[in-house]
């Protein structure tokens, strides 16, 4: 038996998060594309990691509470649903499609897409993935979901789902999770979701100076090129090989995405811009547009010494550490400029 295949709009994204909310929330009825589901849940920041005595260092492109944060912005409720067993979260998912929902949840990455498994270092820099299941063949066992990467609806066996559903490293393994979003009043407005988006944006961006294990602000900054300077003298050609894999993938989301998701935020701003009638956001937009070329300049430096297997010389360290410093400005630039138009416009 095949239960019924949940129709939805489902587009092509470059963050998994964003895709699945968005299908979620346009499932039902509020016309939310990724990119306001990206400005909405505080997405865009930039944090530096080192965690020097485990020779661990990345740069973080995208704010680790994004559910809490869309949760906070747009008054959506949900609860946790925690099952002991592949047997006992099967029934809460046959339950759910019963009662007419799609399901956003987390797999890890090198069940839900196979070629995944062949991308290099992708499982084990980003072992978490949202994906929006629609349905399910009993007979058969196969769920259908949609990836971000892929307009086709895709299956997976229950087998491989449930293997998915409980694998990954500790803080990122879905423990077999489900989300269970009510829907039965109704979310905030558009423009107090705005408000308060733009607000926790701005103060996440210009003025906390840390968040879990990562720093910002230009302290953070400091800190990360200092510790940049001296990769050369206590790392090995391997762990910096392997840091640099490591912060390409978060900056890519898995070779998923150009310019450090600022593309996303750009499109964002361009919205906010034809909704407010305003074009000093378009201003702003371009920002960040810069900036999205400086991630992809980084980029090519990190291939570079990946890719062409070049020694981590003065020379490279100098442009990785001009080019991440010159993000940092335009970044800075672009939050404040957009905290003025906010507290102009009283928002």
Request: hydrophobic share 40%; charged share 20%.
């Amino acid at each position: 038996m095949t239960n019924n295949i949940k129709r939805i709009n489902h587009n092509i994204s470059g963050n998994c998060f964003c895709s699945s909310f968005s299908n979620l929330l346009q499932f039902h009825g509020y016309k939310y594309d990724e990119s306001v589901i990206y400005g909405l849940s505080c997405c865009i920041y930039l944090g530096f990691v080192g965690m020097v005595n485990k020779h661990i260092y990345n740069i973080v492109v995208n704010y680790p509470n994004m559910l809490p944060s869309l949760v906070s912005n747009t008054g959506l409720k949900y609860r946790t649903i925690n099952s002991k067993n592949p047997a006992d979260e099967l029934k809460c998912i046959m339950d759910l499609f019963n009662s007419n929902h799609i399901i956003v949840l987390q797999l890890h990455p090198s069940l839900c897409v196979p070629n995944r498994n062949e991308t290099a270092g992708f499982v084990s820099y980003a072992p978490a993935h949202w994906i929006t299941v629609v349905g399910c063949d009993m007979n058969n066992e196969i769920f259908y979901y949609y990836d971000n990467r892929s307009f086709n609806l895709k299956e997976i066996p229950f087998d491989k789902f449930f293997e998915g559903r409980d694998k990954g490293i500790e803080d990122t393994n879905p423990r077999r999770t489900l989300y269970l979003f009510d829907f039965c009043n109704e979310l905030y407005s558009l423009e107090t979701s705005i408000k308060l988006s733009l607000n926790s944006t701005i103060n996440l961006n210009l003025y906390q100076n840390r968040v879990l294990s990562m720093y910002s602000s230009a302290s953070g900054l400091n800190k990360f090129l200092r510790v940049i300077d001296a990769w050369t003298k206590f790392l090995s050609s391997e762990q910096i090989q392997e840091n640099l894999l490591r912060m390409k993938i978060s900056i890519t989301g898995g070779y998923s995405v150009k310019g450090g998701y600022r593309m996303l935020f750009v499109r964002y701003l361009n919205f906010l811009s034809f909704y407010f009638n305003d074009n000093r956001l378009i201003d702003i937009s371009n920002i960040y547009r810069e900036s999205a070329s400086l991630w992809d300049e980084l980029l090519v430096l990190i291939d570079d010494v990946l890719l062409a297997k070049k020694a981590l010389n003065k020379e490279l360290l100098n442009a990785f550490k001009h080019i991440i410093s010159c993000i940092f400005i335009f970044e800075q630039k672009g939050f404040s400029k957009l905290n003025e138009w906010n507290v102009f416009c009283n928002l």
